[in-house]
């Protein structure tokens, strides 16, 4: 791919464009995406977050437009509009959702209408002890985070159901509900992971793969101009869907299998560098 073919880059941010704290964007980060937006290049944002979650110092670049959020089942404009929704369907959450609290044993989080919420009774007894800081800036962002009845708040009239996620499961936790999963709605969920322990349950059209593609598509961009970086399976998707994908050197296996490049890790500015590296800054 010639350099100056790049038009737009879309980002994840955990593992990848941020510290392993998950809040730090770096200054050669911050100076690389500058650069390349002044080059005229589309940043796009490209995370399992809520858009209530995304780290402040991400938010404050005024040259994001948009932002792929949720994995892939939300895709808004800097003004928040919603440009494309694929939410779970609200019976079959609501199976899942009952199943997994006949299971009990780990925190279920629901990700409705653009914010994420939690039970009383898993907050009380594990969320504010095991929750990392942006799941709490989450919840807090508008104080009705954490309800009474998680069905109830699914069943809600008119909701859009982005994603349920459980971020903290022991192997065989995973392994049951992923068989479950398989075998009562096939391939009408995806079931992905950021992480080892975690697992993230959307419609089958909420990845990162197929929101990226609507995006560019909608923009006039043809797949060949679109570089995607990424670490975590949930990435694989978006990184099949650009004409560049580009895993970082702390990408699970499966992400440097898929990709065409690989870069630095995220501790290394390894966002930087790719950048760096194909638009010649």
Known sequence: MPNSEIKLIAIDLDGTLLRDDHMT????????????AEQGVEIVI?????????????LELPFLRYFITCNGSMTTDREGRVLRAKPL???????ILTYLTSLGGFIVQL????????????WESRGSVHLPVFHLKALFSDGDNIVEDL?????????????????????????????????????EIRAVSTMKC???????DGSKGAALSALYQSLHIPAAQ???????????????????GVAMGNATPEVLSAADWVSLSNKEDGVAHAIRHFLSL
């Open 25 to 36: 964007l770096s200054p050669a980060n911050r100076e690389a995406l500058t650069a390349a």
């Open 46 to 58: 490209a995370t399992g977050r809520s858009i209530a979650a995304v780290a402040p110092q991400v």
């Open 89 to 95: 369907p609200q019976p079959i959450a609501a199976d």
């Open 111 to 122: 990700y409705a209408d653009q914010k994420m919420y939690i039970s009383r009774a898993d």
């Open 151 to 187: 069905l109830a708040r699914a069943n809600r009239p008119g909701s859009h159901l982005e994603k349920i996620n459980m971020p903290y499961l022991e192997p065989e936790q995973k392994a049951q509900i992923k068989a479950w999963l398989s075998e009562h709605y096939g391939d």
């Open 198 to 204: 975690n697992l993230e349950l959307t419609d089958r």
């Open 226 to 244: 679109v570089m995607a970086l990424g670490d975590s399976d949930n990435d694989i998707s978006m990184l099949q869907a650009a004409g560049l």
